[in-house]
């Protein structure tokens, strides 16, 4: 074998130190390329850490906001509650209220009545005592075939009242009862 001639040696020499650039070359972009990876890495790695602590605050406001949600909603459902309670104690209170409205009705519309009755007897103790029958005295209305129990008679003692002083009846209209029956 022949030893290469001066010019093959200079065109290997050229060829290997382009060679050898070329690998320095490839050598620094793959240094940069891994240095931009490591960085993308810890950027991801950084971006990963705050994303957890973002979620991490989100969940922890997100808790406390349930906490005070249903905190709330207990307070509400309490208020619910008495609320219901105060109800059915004001409905049976107006259930009282309106059987003691209905008594007073009754009672109101049964005073005529009564007047009337009371009328009849003042009429009988102005008449006298029970000793006194037997004198002849003869009650005119009673001639003409009237009773005293005759709705007629009913009807001339309207103005007939309980006290003594009408005054003072006039002042019980406009008072509202206060009675427990």
């Given at each position: 074998?022949?030893?290469?001639?001066?010019?093959q040696i200079r065109e290997a020499n050229a060829h290997l130190a382009a060679l050898h650039r070329r690998v320095t070359d490839l050598e620094q972009r793959l240094e940069d390329a891994?240095?931009?990876v490591r960085e993308q890495?810890?950027?991801?790695?950084?971006?990963?850490?705050?994303?957890?602590?973002?979620?991490?605050?989100?969940?922890e406001a997100k808790d406390k906001e349930i906490f005070f949600?249903?905190?709330?909603?207990?307070?509400?459902?309490?208020?619910?509650?008495?609320?219901n309670q105060t109800i059915k104690e004001k409905d049976s209170l107006i259930g009282q209220l309106q059987h003691r409205c209905q008594?007073?009705?009754?009672?109101?519309?049964?005073?005529?009545?009564?007047?009337?009755m009371l009328a009849q007897?003042?009429?009988?103790?102005?008449?006298?005592?029970?000793?006194?029958?037997?004198k002849p005295t003869i009650n005119s209305s009673l001639m003409d075939g009237e009773s005293n129990c005759s709705p007629s008679r009913l009807s001339n003692h309207k103005d007939f009242s309980l006290s003594e002083d009408d005054s003072?009846?006039?002042?019980?209209?406009?008072?509202?009862?206060?009675?427990t029956v």
């Open positions: 074998m022949s030893s290469p001639s001066p010019v891994e240095k931009t890495a810890e950027s991801l790695i950084r971006k990963d850490e705050q994303l957890r602590a973002t979620t991490q605050e989100i969940t949600l249903h905190e709330k909603l207990c307070q509400s459902e309490e208020s619910i509650h008495k609320l008594l007073l009705d009754n009672i109101c519309k049964s005073r005529p009545l009564l007047d009337s007897m003042a009429e009988a103790e102005r008449m006298g005592p029970a000793s006194d029958l037997g003072d009846d006039q002042e019980l209209d406009g008072v509202v009862f206060g009675t």
